[in-house]
């Protein structure tokens, strides 16, 4: 059996012994079970990593699980590639992480095991999903991350608003289990095999014919809900309401990237190279990948603007930077997107986290105009939460500047097509407005005058280490750039000399940072006036469409109900009881115990047998020609 | 009016008496002994097809040549029938009549009308 | 020949049944039976089914009708009166009865009747054949219904376990 199995199990393993043992282990072993199991995951995805540095990419078959008649397969069995072993080292790494904070994080909390327990199974999914080898394991792991984010989305269960936020995660998210499902019945009919190296071949995509563009768009919409991209992404500001490590591992690092992973696992499908030239279909899809990648990049981004919860503004820059990758993912440049994934995965981890710490600290105020202050007071926070902002905006040498500068060069292409230019513009307006936000967040927070009073609750060791782990990824990621990318890709990306569009990116981040500093300095709440709120707010606008969409349903649903409630739960009930009542009286009499009766009705009834034998049986040789 | 005719008809007669015997009499014994009659007229039909339809299949052709194939059943199948129909008409007299006689023991009558504790 | 004596027996065979089905007394009828069970065993030996006829001679005839007399006896039953021929329910059985075997004989008159029989029909070493080689596990299945009939009756007539299972003493 393959290591690579032992990344499944040993979460697993652990989120079953939380749940079953927390009683016996009690807290500190509950949450040492949990990081340890996550850490042999992280161990056996670096041995998988080395397996596939050796042997290139390799399948590990565990057992047939499905067996459908002309569908081929369906086995339980794992795919280790570049992507896979790239994804499933960022998982359980950064899981590793978050799992070692929460340990300090989640102290006070009653319900440590259950905690523990859902997200080791998170852990678990993420990786079910990651490694299989077909679509329809892969769908396994897709609702698994679904139900374990809704559980942990309304971990404090008491809250009303925590759980309304859960419910709408997991309702959006099956909206894109559905299409992904959809996608896999069109590809299964079509190509008859759900793996992933057979059905993206040349030849049986060539079967998908027509459908190819259904199949896109339905793998698309799957990936979108699951990514919160325009125009499913609501659920992801709710989100917030989990626990703050949540939302780091899940709503920032892990999940939410599942979107871009299954576009780039499928990339053949929307490469699909007919001939010479890329299909007309599967450009078309492209086109449409970049330019709602694009949207929800500026939008989310004028939308994080506009907040003032510290969590939210991360939430939308999550939404903003997943944009990101779907505009590489459209433009075809999979590694950059990729690429991204991976330093997105910490610096934003390590955001949410320092964010966890500075909400711990003032006793669970997320209100950035409440904060300031706090940079003299936790210099080793605050020291991390700029390295994260700087990676954010694009700073060099942090990752997230080597990141953001090969989507940006991936957009840009060749230059020549005005289409991809000013996609790119969008891109360079978007980081522009990301360093602009990130800054107003860290200044408001750290440097504004202090908003607050009272006793600050500082961080315990547990909680600051994996900060300095996450900040030294940070700053280190961004140099194994060009290998990811050339893993991933098959190919080396461009050679490009530090150019004008580099320098303009460059600019634009430290134009930002710079604006957010002189406004905010001084405590100043906001730059825009508040008149322009409601624009930069598009993006919530959707939210307020679906709401007013469901109160006009639920205003209809409620007429139709007091109307029909009278009929249906007075009228029905009674014509039951009372037709129950006559035919049972009626057939109580056919009861008489009188033994004459009975015979006499077992001559009539058998007389009928014999007349209505005798007729058919003349009806029927009639019919036959006698 | 073939010979197979009168036996039939036979059977028929028997089996309609037999079952307005059952429905108009009172007394059990009686009405025990008129389903003996039908058990009994229905072996009567079991055997006249035994004699004289075994091995006809649907019509017959002119050139009477039937195969000896078990799949049309065997000329002696009805009357094997008719033996296990009166061993069976056998036990269920013995067990009928040794219900009625507890009956008896208890009601100290017998009479149909009168055993009515089964009304629901 | 032999369709004149068909003929008898079935006539008397008619007569012996109206009789089995309207005598007031019931030991008329059982013997009004034992002559219509007769009257078929006379009947099968006719067809040349010449065990059948000795199986109803032996069987019903024989052990079933002494079974019944005995029971008659045992009971000595009031003689029945039949009653009013206007009665509703005798009416309505009498009618339905009579739809019953009219539509029997219907029925019965389209059978393509043909007598086929090879030789040796009805000869015992064919019927046995037939009933200890196709028919073994039917045959011992009316064995082990004899037997449970002959259980069944013990526990019915056994008087001191229908007393245990009334709970008292016996009344009679």
């Known amino acids: 059996m393959d290591t690579i199995w032992l990344v499944l199990a040993l979460p697993l393993l652990g989120s079953l012994l939380c749940a079953t043992h927390y009683r016996t282990l009690g807290k500190a072993a509950t949450g040492m079970v949990a990081s340890l199991a996550i850490l042999g995951a992280f161990v056996a995805s670096v041995q998988t990593a080395y397996q596939v540095q050796l042997r290139h990419e390799f399948t590990a078959h565990l057992s047939s699980w499905l067996h459908i008649p002309g569908i081929s397969g369906l086995d339980f069995a794992a795919l280790a590639d570049p992507l896979s072993a790239t994804m499933l080292c960022t998982v359980t790494g950064v899981a590793f992480l978050i799992h070692c904070f929460s340990m300090g994080y989640m102290a006070d909390e009653e319900d440590y095991g259950r905690f523990f327990a859902s997200l080791n199974l998170f852990v678990a999914t993420m990786v079910l999903l990651v490694m299989a080898n077909n679509l329809a394991l892969m769908l396994v792991g897709w609702g698994g991350v679904g139900y374990a984010s809704y559980s942990l989305i309304g971990f404090y269960r008491q809250k009303p608003s925590a759980v309304s936020a859960a419910r709408k995660a997991f309702l959006i998210n099956v909206v894109g289990d559905v299409a992904l499902m959809f996608a896999i019945f069109i590809i299964a009919t079509h190509c008859s095999t759900l793996e992933f190296k057979a059905f993206l071949q040349p030849d049986k995509l060539d079967l998908l014919g027509g459908d190819l563009i259904l199949a896109g768009l339905c793998l698309m919409v799957g990936a979108y809900a699951k990514s919160a991209q325009l125009p499913l992404h609501t659920w992801l500001p709710d989100a917030m309401e989990g626990p703050t490590p949540v939302s780091a591992l899940i709503h920032a690092a892990t999940m939410v990237t599942a979107g871009v992973y299954l576009m780039v696992r499928c990339a053949p499908l929307f490469r699909f190279v007919h001939g010479q030239e890329l299909l007309p279909m599967a450009d078309d899809l492209n086109v449409i990948m970049m330019r709602f990648g694009a949207a929800t990049a500026l939008l989310a981004a004028l939308c994080a603007i506009a907040q003032n919860d510290l969590k939210r503004i991360l939430a939308y820059s999550t939404m903003s930077q997943l944009g990101y990758m779907f505009m590489a993912a459209g433009a075809g440049a999979y590694g950059a997107a990729i690429f991204h994934l991976v330093t997105h995965a910490f610096f934003k981890a390590l955001l949410f986290l320092t964010a966890g710490v500075v909400i711990h600290a003032l006793h669970g105020e997320q209100d950035i105009r409440k904060m300031g202050g706090l940079g003299k007071k936790m210099v080793g926070v605050q020291l991390a939460f700029l390295i994260g902002s700087l990676a954010l905006a694009g700073i060099p040498p942090l990752a997230g500047f080597f990141s953001k500068e090969s989507i940006l060069l991936g957009v840009f292409g060749d230059g020549k097509s005005v289409e991809h230019e000013l996609l790119w513009a969008v891109g360079i307006l978007t980081a522009l407005l990301t360093s602009y936000y990130t800054g107003r967040a860290y200044v408001l927070t750290f440097w504004a005058p202090a908003q607050h009073e009272g006793k600050l609750h500082y961080p315990s060791s547990s909680m600051t280490w994996p900060l300095a782990v996450l900040a030294l990824a940070t700053v280190a990621a961004g140099f194994g750039g060009h290998d990811l990318i050339q893993s991933i890709q098959g190919q080396a990306p461009p050679e490009e000399s530090f150019g004008g569009l580099q320098l303009t990116a460059l600019a634009v981040g430290v134009v930002g940072l710079g604006v957010a500093y002189s406004t905010h300095r001084s405590g100043r709440q906001r730059l825009v006036p508040e008149g322009a709120d409601p624009y930069l707010r598009g993006c919530e606008a959707i939210d307020g469409l679906t709401k007013s969409l469901a109160a006009s349903f639920r205003g209809f649903a409620d007429k139709v109900a007091i109307k029909l409630d009278p009929v249906v739960s007075q009228v029905c009930p009674d014509l039951v009881r009372r037709s129950m009542l006559s035919t049972s009286t009626l057939l109580c009499q056919l009861q008489s115990g009188s033994l004459r009766l009975y015979s006499f009705t077992v001559l009539t009834s058998s007389t009928l047998l014999v007349l209505v034998v005798y007729f058919l049986s003349r009806f029927i040789s009639g019919g036959g020609g006698q | ?120 | 020949m032999i369709f004149a004596a068909k003929c008898v027996m079935a006539l008397l065979a008619v007569v012996s049944a109206f009789g089995v089905a309207l005598s007031r007394q019931a030991v008329h009828s059982a013997l009004f039976l034992t002559c219509n069970l007769l009257c078929v065993a006379v009947l099968y030996l006719l067809m040349s089914l010449h065990f059948l006829g000795a199986a109803q001679l032996l069987v019903y005839a024989g052990a079933i009708m002494v079974v019944f007399l005995f029971a008659v006896t045992v009971l000595a039953p009031e003689d029945e009166l039949l009653g009013k021929w206007n009665d509703p329910q005798r009416l309505a059985g009498v009618a339905v009865g009579a739809v019953l075997g009219a539509f029997l004989l219907l029925a019965n008159s389209t059978a393509p009747l043909l007598d086929l029989s090879s030789p040796d029909f009805g000869s015992l070493k064919q019927f046995a054949s037939e009933l200890f080689g196709k028919y073994v596990f039917p045959f011992e299945g009316t064995a082990f219904v004899l037997l449970v009939a002959l259980v069944g009756v013990v526990l019915l007539g056994h008087r001191r376990l229908r007393d245990l299972d009334r709970g008292g003493p016996s009344r009679d």
């Open chain 2, 1 to 120: 009016m073939t010979e197979g005719m009168i036996t039939l008809g036979l059977s028929a007669v028997l089996f309609a008496i037999g079952s307005v015997g059952v429905a108009i009499r009172r007394n059990p014994l009686i009405m025990f002994m008129c389903i003996e009659l039908m058990l009994n007229s229905a072996n009567l039909a079991l055997a006249t097809f035994s004699r004289y339809y075994s091995r006809v299949p649907e019509t017959l052709p002119d050139s009477i040549e039937l195969a000896s194939s078990t799949d049309l059943g065997s000329a002696t199948d009805g009357a094997v029938f008719v033996f296990l129909v009166m061993t069976i008409a056998a036990a269920e007299a013995v067990v009928g009549l040794a219900i009625i006689i507890a009956i008896f023991r208890t009601h100290k009558q017998v009479d149909a009308d009168e055993l009515a504790e089964l009304k629901g």
